[in-house]
């Protein structure tokens, strides 16, 4: 099983460009999730799916589309990036998404993204 | 008032010493917790969930406290390879998906 994956590792990319963050999971998690991490601000929930064909908006999810495309995966769209969305990015899954204590999130290895 | 408040450290301890780590919370009705458990770089790892009894796993002890609105980590004989940063999360908003993370606290365990 390789958990949660993440495609590209790294992107640097100029003001006003697009570009799509992929995620995909192989543990038949049902819910996914995409965050956001900033220096001293912790991770902050940007978008998520609870299941299949669902996505709701999380805590900070202007700027950002999400398209859940299947159970196994949950992308991530900037449509005209900006500065201020220079961060690392982590997408996470969990079976149920109840938040119940028993509902680990499993995160991927992150992508560091520049805004120049 | 942050959501989930945590010292950001660096806790700079020796080798076997003994450290804990607090984090407060704003919602009393928040019902479950967790630490993860974050190594430079990387991705943030379950360390261990937080039940309100206290619970145990092997040298780390994780505890709620309701009255005040706090969770407590507890590592006893620290290892170098417990250097890491140390996240609390809650379900501060009730809302079962939206985990809320604090800022994380940094620990550096020296020879």
């Known amino acids: 099983n390789a958990g949660v994956t993440q495609t590209p590792k790294f992107q640097v990319l100029k003001t006003g460009q697009s570009m799509t963050l992929q995620c995909a999971q192989d543990?038949?998690?049902?819910?996914m999730y995409w965050y956001r991490q900033d220096p001293g601000m912790g991770l902050r929930l940007i978008y998520y799916?609870?299941?299949?064909?669902?996505?709701d908006k999380g805590e900070v999810p202007n700027g950002y589309n999400v398209s859940r495309l299947n159970k196994r995966e949950f992308s991530l769209r900037l449509e005209s990036a900006a500065p201020s969305q220079t961060s690392v990015y982590f997408c996470?899954?969990?079976?149920?998404?109840?938040?119940?204590?028993?509902?680990?999130?499993?995160f991927g290895p992150g992508t560091r993204l520049t805004v120049l | 008032r942050k959501e989930v408040e945590q010292d950001p450290g660096p806790f700079n301890v020796p080798e076997g010493a003994t450290v804990a780590f607090n984090c407060t919370y704003s919602n009393s009705a928040s019902q479950s917790f967790f630490w993860y458990r974050q190594d430079c770089r990387k991705e943030p790892k379950l360390l261990m969930s937080v039940y309100s009894s206290g619970n145990e796993d092997g040298r780390f002890t994780a505890q709620l406290n309701r009255a005040s609105q706090y969770i407590s980590l507890l590592i006893r004989d620290s290892k170098l390879s417990d250097s890491a940063t140390y996240l609390c999360v809650g379900d501060v908003n009730n809302a079962g998906n939206m985990l809320t993370f604090g800022g994380g606290t940094r620990l550096m365990v020296k020879p």
């Open positions: 799916s609870a299941s299949e064909g669902t996505t």
């Open positions: 543990m038949n998690h049902n819910s």
């Open positions: 996470a899954s969990s079976l149920s998404g109840s938040g119940m204590s028993t509902d680990t999130q499993y």
